[in-house]
Antibody, heavy 120, light 107 residues
Framework: QVQLVQSGAEVKKPGASVRVSCQTS????????MNWVRQAPGQGLEWIGK????????SYAQKFQGRVTITRDTSTSTVHMELSSLRSEDTAVYYC?????????????WGQGTLVTVSS | DVQMTQSPSSLSASVGDRVTITCRAS??????LNWYQQKPGKAPKLLIY???SLQSGVPSRFSGSGSGTDFTLSISSLQPEDFATYYC?????????FGQGTKVEIK
């Protein structure tokens, strides 16, 4: 069965960087786009970006351009999301989510989420 | 960015009630509209994709409709496990955007 297992919670200071990992199993890793979505405490969902099967030219929301990098490691079927220059507003649960291969535009499997806390 | 507006933001309903949630896009998104259910402390779960297609394993009491800018999620007979927050999401334009959520609570 498809599984997306994310790395554990992180506590970071303002200005630092964080890397969240998403290890996948149960499907052909290189065939699917992977997205990242975050949710601040008590708030809604916000799309961060995605990486395509080739790993070339990820797409990022303008809001995060210059601060986010999404990469993939085909040898371990893992996707990473690194966010830099952290500020308190980046405190959120970060989710990886697999994009549907047939239609695109939505995510059919999600990781369990990783809480990132930014605090001095 | 395409703005997605859900209404209502919250509602109270009883088991067995029919519930309808609406989602409006700030510009036409064809039928690239999806619905998710989220329970506290859990990841979102896909319910409906491409406006009206039921995701595998989702009960048939859930249905979706609409195209262009106006969409609807309906639950025909609310069950105890349906009390949750529901989000719409457009996947037609980058960046993907979500509605602010509709919290369905027990009356």
């Amino acid at each position: 069965q498809v599984q997306l297992v994310q790395s554990g919670a992180e506590v970071k200071k303002p200005g630092a960087s964080v890397r969240v990992s998403c290890q996948t199993s149960g499907y052909t890793f290189i065939n699917y786009f992977m997205n990242w979505v975050r949710q601040a405490p008590g708030q809604g969902l916000e799309w961060i970006g995605k990486i395509n099967p080739s790993g070339v030219s990820p797409s990022y929301a303008q809001k995060f351009q210059g601060r986010v990098t999404i990469t993939r490691d085909t040898s371990t079927s893992t996707v990473h999301m690194e966010l830099s220059s952290l500020r308190s507003e980046d405190t959120a649960v970060y989710y990886c989510a697999r994009e549907n291969i047939k239609y695109g535009g939505f995510c059919d499997y999600w990781g369990q989420g990783t809480l990132v806390t930014v605090s001095s | 960015d395409v703005q997605m507006t859900q209404s209502p933001s919250s509602l109270s309903a009883s088991v067995g009630d029919r519930v309808t949630i609406t989602c409006r896009a700030s510009q036409s998104i064809s039928n690239f509209l999806n619905w998710y259910q989220q329970k506290p402390g859990k990841a979102p779960k896909l319910l409906i994709y491409i406006a009206s297609s039921l995701q595998s394993g989702v009960p048939s009491r859930f249905s979706g409709s609409g195209s262009g800018t106006d969409f609807t999620l309906s639950i025909s007979s609310l069950q105890p496990e349906d009390f949750a927050t529901y989000y719409c999401q457009q996947g037609y334009y980058f960046p993907w955007t979500f509605g602010q959520g509709t919290k369905v609570e027990i009356k």
